[in-house]
């Protein structure tokens, strides 16, 4: 029974209540972990102020970044161990959790390695002065994580934030908490001060609402749903604590009749399958030029027939979803699907040897999608791919932007001058051109316009972003 992990020590919640966890392969309960509250928030809060205030600004950048590094090592270490608790607790085929670990370790790595690389600049002034800007950081950062990738989205969220000086407290989602507690645990053991990296658990509307609305917080980064970043926004504008929202997105994948099919197909399937599609990069709707389309859903649906959803350890193509309600929500959007008429070209299959009471959906492509479509506009957050037909690039452009997001895009031609003009046109954070990245780059900066959120996570700008910039001007005559 994982507990809180605050001030460098395992700690049970004031309430001493638990809540169960679930394996999403069979829906039982095996482990517990802490309902926390406000009062639980409150102990990491101080706790991370005052390894602020004591410790963690004391640290040069290099030291910060050694610390880092000296963690990175360590998840590499624990790599195999983190996966086998990931796949348990989100029911994650055993690549995935792997690649997940791995992801961890670079972005500890990538953030360790920028810490002493962050600097402010001088500016040119009036005569007799000397002006520069400082990148300082903001204090106490809350993290609230999603269940998806628990793991990466952690890693690019904290890794920043200490890299640039601040101290963490963290909120993962009810239903994916076990791998980072055992990483909060690592970093204690490499030396992280008590207090730097703390984590609450607990529900969203009691945890994470207190996390979001404490005084003490100084930043806050969210990656979920609209809906609760729209919570989120609403609670730090009362104090004026910045933010930064990632939520999601509708990603198209635009392709166009002189695309190289062969080397599209693989990414036009996995930027849909990946996670059971459950991410928030997905590329969930699939644009083709009318010559292309009926050839290429031919052979889309040659594979999407080939797909198994099934028990994560035999690492199948899909590993059953986080819970019963996002099944629900799933099967919520098909049954929609199927009562407005829209057809679908082909399905998966779940495996035989699933457990009874497993969340496993299998992957659906839909065809002749209508744009205003809720299959067409919402995030399903399952393997379910949305495809319509588009006549030219005006055509292609109005329908990747036709929807309240704006995250990640996918283009697929040949011609080079439509690649430019296709990835200025398309609103998204990040634009893929004849390949596509979801959930990958370390290195990429990462965010949305519009609904999709704002501010960018990952890559060195995920820094500036973890820091506030102060300007000192000097008049020396
Ligand atoms: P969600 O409610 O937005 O959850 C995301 C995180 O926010 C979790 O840690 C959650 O905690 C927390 N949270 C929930 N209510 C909160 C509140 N009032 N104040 C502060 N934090 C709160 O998302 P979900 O219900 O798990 O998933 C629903 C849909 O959101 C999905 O179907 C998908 O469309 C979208 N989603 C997007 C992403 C993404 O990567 N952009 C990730 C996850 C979900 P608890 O889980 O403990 O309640
Ligand atoms: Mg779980």
Redesign the pocket.
């Known amino acids: 029974m994982p507990l809180n992990f605050i001030d460098n020590q395992a700690v049970r919640s004031a309430s001493s209540q638990t809540l169960p966890v679930i394996d999403p392969a069979d829906g039982q309960p095996y482990d517990t972990i802490e309902r926390s509250s406000a009062a639980d928030v409150d102990m990491a809060v101080q706790a991370a102020r005052r390894c602020l205030d004591t410790t963690w600004s004391r640290l040069s950048a290099a030291e910060r970044g050694r610390l880092l590094m000296k963690l990175s090592a360590k998840v590499a270490e624990h790599a195999d161990e983190l996966a086998t608790i990931e796949q348990r607790d989100c029911g994650k085929p055993t690549q995935q959790a792997r690649a997940d670990a791995l992801a961890l370790v670079r972005y500890f790595e990538f953030y360790a390695g920028a810490a002493d690389k962050l600097h402010g600049d001088t500016i040119p002034y009036l005569d007799g002065y000397s002006v520069l800007t400082w990148r300082e950081p903001h204090g106490v950062t809350g993290h609230?994580?999603?269940?998806?990738y628990p793991m990466q989205i952690f890693g690019r969220s904290v890794g920043g934030a200490l890299a640039a000086g601040n101290t963490c407290v963290v909120?993962?989602?009810?239903?994916a908490c076990l791998s980072l507690i055992r990483v909060a645990g690592l970093a204690a053991e490499v030396g992280f001060p008590a207090g730097a990296l703390n984590i609450v658990t607990?529900?969203?509307?009691e945890v994470?609402?207190a996390?979001?609305r404490h005084p003490g917080v100084d930043h806050i980064s969210?990656?979920?749903?609209p809906?609760?970043g729209t919570?989120?926004q609403q609670a730090a504008a009362e104090r004026h604590c910045p933010v930064t929202l990632?939520?999601?997105g509708k990603g198209p994948q635009i392709v166009f009749e002189d695309a190289d099919i062969d080397a599209a197909l693989p990414f036009l399937v996995s930027a849909i399958v990946q996670n059971s599609g459950q991410t928030?990069s997905a590329g969930s709707r699939l644009l083709v030029q009318r010559g292309l389309y009926e050839p290429l859903l031919a052979r889309l649906g040659e594979v999407f027939r080939a797909l198994r959803a099934g028990p994560p350890a035999l690492d199948p193509d899909l590993g059953p979803l986080i819970r019963q309600t996002?099944l629900e929500?799933v099967r919520g959007f098909l049954d929609q699907a199927r009562a407005d008429g829209i057809a679908t070209v082909a399905a998966g299959h779940v495996m035989d040897e699933v457990a009874a009471g497993g969340y496993y959906a299998a992957p659906v492509l839909l065809r002749d999608v209508p744009p205003g479509h809720r299959l067409a506009q919402e995030?399903v957050?399952g393997p379910v791919l949305a495809a319509m037909p588009f006549d030219d690039e005006d055509h292609a452009v109005a329908l990747a932007n036709g929807t309240a997001f704006g995250l990640v895009a996918g283009v697929w031609t040949r011609d080079g001058a439509r690649q430019f003009r296709m990835a200025r046109r398309v609103k998204a954070g990040q634009v893929f051109v004849n390949n596509y990245g979801a959930g990958g780059g370390v290195e990429l900066p990462f965010g949305g316009v519009k609904s999709s959120g704002y501010g960018r996570e990952k890559g060195f700008e995920a820094l500036l972003g973890f820091t506030t910039l102060k300007t000192v001007a000097f008049r020396h005559g």
């Open positions: 609230v994580i999603p269940w998806n909120k993962p989602s009810e239903d607990g529900y969203g509307h994470g609402d996390l979001a969210f990656t979920g749903s809906r609760v919570l989120i990632e939520l999601g928030c996002q929500r995030e957050f």
